[in-house]
């Protein structure tokens, strides 16, 4: 019989050396409805990981913790909120030049270490869910240049214009678009994110020595993403939810036997009045389980 095992990461007060951030106000609330689905449906949760348990060493030996216990035809569910940033990255497979990350309490999650460091880690037939509540999340947990490698993007959008009232432009202290009013979005600022890999340089030149180099090790399991917007995009916080999860429950509140597929469109639907389009994406070997229950094991 599969088992499912989850992960929900809720991180509104980042205290990363050289990070200059307002906190949110939804992201323990999102973790903790993701959480509270996982155990309704099943799943066994390996950490319910907010703010300051939410640290680097603890959320990572968490996912690999539960690679170690699934096998052919078991569930991941990974839930993160919070921040998410984007910077030039330095891998030369990622294809379109930029690191999407997660920020946690003490350190920057990359994508990198997912798909070479820790996804790996999962046998074949696995299914892994992910769902990020963040700015910059289209392929926060799997990389364009991993989805061509290990299978096709599944998932789209109709694109719309920004409405009037939701703006964008450049920041001061980089490319990064902020939102000219509205809620707070759940991005750093560049400079912030510049400063902390400078501060804390050491860290993360000890973590690129531990990641395997050249081509990414292959990934045996199934990933299917949920994001509230694409790469370049942003996502409001929220409170008592990030609006993001707040429109996932609504949907599930209605059907709570959706697919993803289902899921997504439901998601869309409601935020058809914002400037930003929710993702799925799959990849992996094979992605073919968007016609399942949402989050069901």
């Given at each position: 019989?599969?088992?499912?095992?989850?992960?929900?990461?809720?991180?509104?007060?980042?205290?990363?050396?050289?990070?200059?951030?307002?906190?949110?106000?939804?992201?323990?609330?999102?973790?903790?409805?993701?959480?509270?689905?996982?155990?309704?449906?099943?799943?066994?949760?390996?950490?319910?990981?907010?703010?300051?348990?939410?640290?680097?060493?603890r959320v990572t030996g968490a996912i690999r913790d539960a690679a170690g216990k699934l096998e052919d035809g078991d569930i991941f569910l990974f839930t993160f909120s919070g921040?998410?940033?984007?910077?030039?990255?330095?891998d030369i497979t990622e294809t379109d030049l930029k690191d999407e990350s997660i920020v946690l309490h003490d350190?920057?999650?990359?994508?990198?270490?997912?798909?070479?460091?820790?996804?790996?880690?999962?046998?074949?037939?696995?299914?892994?869910?992910?769902v990020s509540d963040s700015c910059h999340s289209g392929t926060v947990f799997m990389t364009p240049s991993f989805m061509?490698?290990?299978?096709?993007?599944?998932?789209?959008?109709?694109?719309?214009?920004?409405?009037?009232?939701?703006?964008?432009?450049?920041?001061?202290?980089?490319?990064?678009?902020v939102s000219t009013g509205g809620p707070l979005m759940r991005t750093i600022s560049d400079s912030s994110a510049r400063r902390h890999f400078s501060l804390a340089e050491d860290f993360y030149k000890d973590l690129r020595k531990k990641l395997p180099t050249g081509l990414a090790p292959e990934i045996k399991a199934s990933l299917l993403l949920l994001a509230p917007c694409e790469d370049d995009e942003q996502t409001p916080d929220g409170e008592p939810h990030g609006v993001f999860t707040q429109a996932l429950l609504d949907v599930l509140n209605d059907d709570g036997s959706s697919n993803y597929n289902e899921l997504i469109k439901g998601i869309?639907?409601?935020?058809?009045?914002?400037?930003?389009?929710?993702?799925?994406?799959?990849?992996?070997?094979p992605p073919q389980f968007v016609e399942q229950g949402a989050f069901s094991i």
């Open positions: 019989m599969a088992k499912g095992i989850s992960v929900h990461v809720g991180v509104s007060k980042v205290r990363a050396v050289g990070i200059d951030v307002t906190d949110l106000k939804g992201c323990e609330k999102d973790a903790e409805a993701m959480y509270a689905i996982a155990r309704d449906r099943g799943f066994v949760s390996d950490g319910l990981l907010l703010n300051e348990d939410a640290i680097f060493d921040h998410g940033t984007r910077r030039g990255a330095e350190h920057i999650l990359i994508d990198n270490v997912f798909r070479r460091s820790l996804w790996p880690l999962f046998k074949q037939g696995v299914r892994i869910v992910m061509a490698l290990a299978g096709p993007l599944t998932g789209t959008h109709a694109s719309r214009p920004l409405s009037p009232q939701s703006r964008q432009i450049p920041s001061s202290d980089g490319d990064e678009v869309r639907e409601r935020l058809l009045d914002r400037p930003q389009h929710p993702v799925l994406a799959t990849a992996g070997h």
